[in-house]
T-cell receptor
Framework: EAQVTQNPRYLITVTGKKLTVTCSQN?????MSWYRQDPGLGLRQIYY???????DKGDVPEGYKVSRKEKRNFPLILESPSPNQTSLYFC?????????????FGSGTRLTVV | GQQLNQSPQSMFIQEGEDVSMNCTSS?????WLWYKQDPGEGPVLLIA???AGELTSNGRLTAQFGITRKDSFLNISASIPSDVGIYFC?????????????WGLGTSLAVNP
């Protein structure tokens, strides 16, 4: 089944403790992206990647890092999480094809930083 | 960052009613996308539109790419309880990085059985 898999689904952590949220897609997509979703603010892009070893900042990159060493994986790293990073996070991927611009989303990771 | 104007913000309707929501922009877009997000899940693509004037259906859902290329709308006919969720519009602007999706804030739909 074609899908984007995120782990974990739920995570509670303490301020300052480094964490990684994994994301993997099995559709051979070139484009991958991380979003956070907060009430009243919609979906805001954190980072995106247009291909292996190519990443760029989205609208809210502060406090986050990403890497794209392999085409299928795009982990999100919080080096020193803070409470304002408590949010619902989504990974998404898309192919480069002209008629296939839509992103496929993972099921989300709900992160709480205390 | 740039954002689309999506309205209404929320709707509460009776089962069987038709629903209409729209999305507008101050600049031209070359692709419009409509997504639905069920509670606790990621958004799922419903309809993609690529040409001005294009009208596309997916079951009871119909979406149109506005002639001016600055708007799009989504209609749901004969709503049912499983239509509940948040509907997002998104699009790729004509200018700039054409891989950066611009999003609306969503329309929250509640359906009373």
């Amino acid at each position: 089944e074609a899908q984007v898999t995120q782990n974990p689904r739920y995570l509670i952590t303490v301020t300052g403790k480094k964490l990684t949220v994994t994301c993997s897609q099995n559709m051979n997509h070139e484009y991958m992206s991380w979003y956070r979703q907060d009430p009243g603010l919609g979906l805001r892009q954190i980072y995106y990647s247009m291909n292996v070893e190519v990443t760029d900042k989205g609208d809210v990159p502060e406090g986050y890092k990403v890497s794209r060493k392999e085409k299928r994986n795009f982990p999100l790293i919080l080096e020193s999480p803070s409470p304002n990073q408590t949010s619902l996070y989504f990974c998404a991927s898309s192919s480069r094809g002209r008629d296939n611009y839509g992103y496929t989303f993972g099921s989300g990771t709900r992160l709480t930083v205390v | 960052g740039q954002q689309l104007n999506q309205s209404p913000q929320s709707m509460f309707i009776q089962e069987g009613e038709d629903v209409s929501m729209n999305c507008t922009s101050s600049s031209i877009f070359n692709t419009w996308l409509w997504y639905k997000q069920d509670p606790g899940e990621g958004p799922v693509l419903l309809i993609a539109l690529y040409k001005a004037g294009e009208l596309t259906s997916n079951g009871r859902l119909t979406a149109q790419f506005g002639i001016t290329r600055k708007d799009s709308f989504l209609n749901i006919s004969a709503s049912i309880p499983s239509d509940v969720g948040i509907y997002f519009c998104a699009g790729y602007p004509n200018a700039g990085n054409n891989r950066k999706l611009i999003w609306g804030l969503g329309t929250s739909l509640a359906v009373n059985p």
